[in-house]
């Protein structure tokens, strides 16, 4: 059987919550808001949390809310997800770029402390594919600075450095429950806030989002109900691998390279306000996440303990960090070559879903890490979905095919 790079599950009762939600009338509000605000605050260890339609509109809430200097700098990771410095530009800041290190694939603390100064309003800190970057050597830069930190916990929810969980390390925390992350909400997001008026601000401009129609809850239904049926262990078998397999290879290819829809980098489809009927049903996700995050660790260091030998891997900076392993990442000379062997071999990987920024946004300088990175960063499957028995064959096939490269 052949294994998908990621397994996509419509959230729990999404259908029957939807018709339920429908009949009583609360799809677009009612407490479930709150509840989720209420609750996801207290997990996370902060005062405020507040629900926007997507992650990247919180980060746009949030830079309309800070009140930062105009043109203020906004310091970010030069390997990263386009969307975020993109629109930090477009809201009119310098975004300067910082270098990632190899081991977490986050922020160079080093390279933040040699880069920041007293013109630097904001500092991004983002934990990339579920492993915490040194957030807390990147809070004491920013601290000792007075910029404003910011976490992209888009992958993390539920990771944690020592007893503080990502997401509480600086003025706020973004997080998205887009289809393929941790909490499942088709669509959506949170804001964790260190302060209330903070939160407040965000939940006004939040507040004055057009509400979605039924239009857009059909589309939302119908596209998850499609990437649940294509990444569903039978029917890739039967149809999505053998066109994966026999897709042209090279730069069209591309496209495919992050997920099965290809990466939007835009805002479009990703604003509206957030309907109750979602925070309903992320508040099921909240309650049953920590099982399927159990198993997706103890897969993802399955994996990772049986390559360990001949293959780098993202890792966590140091024993008191827990990862949610939201993606397993392996860095690969020959990337496309090896993805191509696995390919054949069954083994879909992922891939080209972080970017080296400073190159698309034209940066002045050139930052090596994150050029590496974006050549040789490759997903490979450990879905919380798939036994000890499927991770340790597929170890056996990759090893098989590293050994002989
Ligand atoms: C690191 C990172 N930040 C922000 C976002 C934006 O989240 P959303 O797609 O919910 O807007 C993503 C989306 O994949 C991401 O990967």
Redesign the pocket.
């Known amino acids: 059987m052949a294994i998908a790079r990621q397994r996509i599950r419509l959230p729990q009762g999404a259908w029957r919550s939807a018709a339920g939600s429908l009949t009583k009338g609360d799809l677009w509000d009612g407490d479930d808001i709150a509840r989720l605000e209420r609750e996801f605050a207290a997990y996370i260890g902060t005062e405020d949390a507040v629900t926007v339609p997507?992650?990247?509109?919180?980060?746009r809430f949030l830079f309309d809310s800070l009140q930062l200097e105009p043109g203020a700098e906004v310091i970010c990771s030069a390997f990263?997800?386009p969307?975020?410095p993109y629109l930090i530009k477009s809201l009119g800041y310098k975004v300067k770029f910082v270098d990632c290190e190899m081991q977490t694939l986050g922020m160079d603390p080093n390279q933040l402390a040699a880069a920041i100064s007293q013109d630097t309003g904001a500092v991004i800190g983002?934990h990339?594919y579920g492993v915490p970057c040194q957030i807390d050597r990147i809070a004491a830069s920013a601290d000792a600075s007075g910029a404003a930190l910011i976490e992209?916990c888009?992958?993390c929810y539920g990771a944690a450095v020592g007893d503080r969980k990502v997401g509480s390390f600086g003025v706020a925390g973004?997080f998205?429950?887009?289809t393929?992350?941790v909490i499942n909400t088709m669509?959506?997001?949170v804001v964790t806030v260190y302060k209330k008026e903070l939160g407040d601000r965000i939940r006004d401009l939040a507040g004055k989002e057009p509400r979605n129609g039924m239009k857009w809850l059909g589309k939302r239904l119908a596209t998850t109900t499609f990437e649940s049926l294509v990444t569903n262990p039978l029917l890739f078998n039967l149809g999505v691998y053998q066109a994966l397999r026999l897709a042209p290879k090279g730069e069209d290819n591309e496209r495919f390279a992050s997920g099965y829809h290809g990466d939007?980098v835009s805002m479009s489809g990703?604003m509206g306000r957030y309907t109750n009927y979602q925070a309903g049903l992320g508040l099921k996700g909240m309650r049953s996440v920590g099982e399927v995050v159990a198993r997706r660790k103890a897969n993802a260091e399955r994996l990772i303990t049986n390559l360990d030998d001949i293959i780098k891997f993202q890792k966590p900076a140091g024993p008191d960090v827990f990862a949610n392993y939201m993606l397993v990442t392996a860095i690969v000379p020959n990337l496309l070559a090896l993805s191509d062997r696995l390919l054949k071999n069954g083994i879909d990987t992922k891939h080209l879903?972080?970017r080296d920024c400073s190159r698309m946004l034209d940066a002045p300088s050139a930052f090596p890490n994150a050029e590496r990175a974006e050549k040789e960063v490759l997903h490979i499957p450990a879905h919380p979905h798939m036994s000890f028995a499927q991770i340790d064959a597929m170890s056996a096939t990759i090893r098989r095919i590293v050994e002989t490269a």
């Open positions: 997507s992650g990247r509109a919180g980060f990263g997800y969307v975020v983002t990339l992209d888009a992958h973004c998205s429950f887009e393929s992350k669509g959506g997001g939007e990703k879903y972080m």
